[in-house]
């Protein structure tokens, strides 16, 4: 399992299988979780899900998939789940052709519900913006190339307005991306803060206090 999400009752969770390209679902009953099988979710074949994000209002569950780097629309407008949305994001924000096939990192929605981020690593290193439409689905906005190998993001509120932060993981690196300047279509840096850390290890999380 690659991630773990509850609903927004507490009753149920939702697990990526990244290796079964699938996601589970699991009941919370009497303090202990029970695989739900007959509502497990298929993923496309070779796709590897890893992370969630959800769309309350429309019914919309947004899954990012590190293997084939699609970023997938879920619907539970109808009985069963199914695909209504498939982005390849290998080559957005890319001029011209890649040579090597990048992985997908993490995703999160903005606290508006406006924008979702994700991640891209190994090659075209940095953070991928889609517009959350009117009804939900995706719409590509914008790029940003980041340091080496971005692994999770966390969204923070300074006083500044709203920051976007994540995590270099092969640079050792943290680096505060400031939304505010990039939504607006205005050129901004990242700041960057070196980890010094022992050899082999890398940051993989970041957390505000």
């Keep these: 399992m690659k991630d773990f999400f509850p609903d927004t009752g507490g009753a149920y969770f939702l697990a990526t299988d990244f290796g079964a390209d699938r996601i589970r679902v699991l009941k919370l009953v009497s303090g202990k979780l029970e695989h739900c099988s007959n509502f497990d979710m298929n993923a496309p074949a070779g796709s590897g899900p890893r992370h969630l994000s ?12 590190e293997l084939s780097n699609e970023l997938l629309v879920y619907s539970f407008k109808e009985s069963v789940p199914e695909i209504v949305q498939r982005i390849d994001t290998s080559g957005l924000g890319i001029d011209g052709t890649f040579t090597e096939r990048p992985a997908a990192g993490d995703l999160k929605m903005h606290p508006d519900g ?8 190994l090659m075209n290193d940095g953070i991928l913006v889609f517009k959350i439409k009117g009804n939900g689905l995706l719409e590509f ?19 500044e307005g709203a920051d976007i932060m994540f995590v270099a993981c092969k640079d050792g690196g943290i680096q505060v991306f400031p939304l505010h300047g990039f ?14 850390l022992p050899d082999g290890d890398f940051p993989v999380w970041v957390q505000s206090c």
């Design 114 to 121: 406006k924008l979702l981020y994700a991640t891209r690593r």
């Design 54 to 65: 959800f769309n309350i209002k429309e019914r919309l569950m947004y899954c990012l998939c």
């Design 183 to 196: 939504q607006a279509g205005e050129e901004t840096d990242m700041q960057t803060a070196k980890l010094t």
């Design 141 to 159: 906005s914008s790029f940003k190339a980041s340091e080496k190998h971005p692994r999770m993001i966390h969204i923070v509120d300074s006083p």
